[in-house]
């Protein structure tokens, strides 16, 4: 791998987040400029007989309901981004075998993760942290709001892609290259919590990330953590949809705890038991096929 300053490294980490953020805030002012335009050309048909209030209450309110439809359009265009700067820096990653994504490990990290969501929502719920952290109630709007195939589509799907190429696939690749392993698995997690702006699932998405993390050095493969992502958001997403299905209002969260931590516990046992972790071979241009006895990137 090439070697850089400390303050290029830095800028190497924070460039993948300022386009992410980028893209988010351009998207979102299209949309705002679209439905400002629109709004502005129903007032002046009108001839100045429509309420500017309420014509303003109406931008407002579609703005908000747009919400999914802008997280969807800035995931698609940041999957092309950092699809492509993925794409370029898997050739110049150390090569290893056995990084082929096996069906075990497909399952265990689905059931895996999506009991660690259960055992989130349980444990959010029964300890009634929202109280504390109000705007989390905004991410439990947007997961609810918008029709079923825009939220798998946007949060379900998309956001898993864009999130594991940015923090994994670039973000922490990049830092495995100039500090140890483990220090990088705590920096990427950071800034996954990070940019999701919101305290409460900033400290549960570190949390989260670091497994992400644990996925990815352990196999290799960046598939692996990119389901395992998708898996822990449509948790939520068919939680949601099969409550309201049942017209279920009230939820008896110590019910799912308690099978959710057995699946986890039992899911996490089994991965590290049962699934064969990624073997070094050698470092980007070195044809000489020796293999150290340590990992450059451990």
Request: net charge positive; charged share 10%; proline share 4%.
């Amino acid at each position: 791998m090439p070697k850089y300053s400390i303050p290029r490294q830095i800028w190497r980490i924070i460039y993948p987040l300022l386009i992410f953020l980028g893209v988010s805030l351009l998207v979102a002012l299209v949309v705002m400029v679209a439905y400002g335009f629109i709004v502005g050309f129903q007032y002046a048909m009108s001839g100045g007989a429509l309420d500017p209030e309420s014509l303003q209450t109406t931008l407002v309110d579609a703005i908000l309901e747009s919400s999914l439809w802008v997280s969807l359009a800035t995931s698609a265009i940041c999957i092309l981004i950092f699809g492509i700067m993925w794409g370029s820096a898997k050739k110049r990653l150390p090569k290893y075998s056995g990084t082929k994504l096996k069906v075990l490990s497909v399952i265990l990290s689905v059931f895996l993760f999506v009991g660690l969501n259960y055992i989130l929502a349980s444990v959010i719920s029964l300890t009634n942290l929202i109280q504390h952290f109000p705007s989390h109630e905004i991410v439990e709007q947007f997961i609810t709001s918008g029709g079923l195939v825009v939220r798998i589509l946007a949060v379900g799907l998309l956001a898993p892609v864009v999130e594991e190429l940015m923090c994994r696939g670039i973000i922490l690749t990049r830092l495995c290259t100039w500090m140890p392993t483990w220090v990088a698995v705590l920096v990427s997690s950071a800034l996954f919590g990070i940019i999701h702006l919101n305290l409460l699932q900033g400290i549960y998405a570190f949390i989260i990330g670091l497994l992400f993390a644990w996925l990815y050095i352990r196999y290799r493969n960046l598939w692996l953590p990119i389901i395992a992502h998708v898996a822990f958001n449509l948790a939520g997403i068919i939680l949601y949809e099969i409550l309201g299905a049942m017209g279920v209002v009230e939820f008896n969260h110590l019910l799912m705890l308690i099978p959710s931590i057995l699946v986890a516990v039992v899911c996490l046992l089994l991965f590290i038991k049962c699934t064969k972790t990624a073997v070094f071979v050698q470092e980007p241009g070195d044809e000489t096929g020796t293999t150290p006895v340590i990992s450059p990137q451990g």
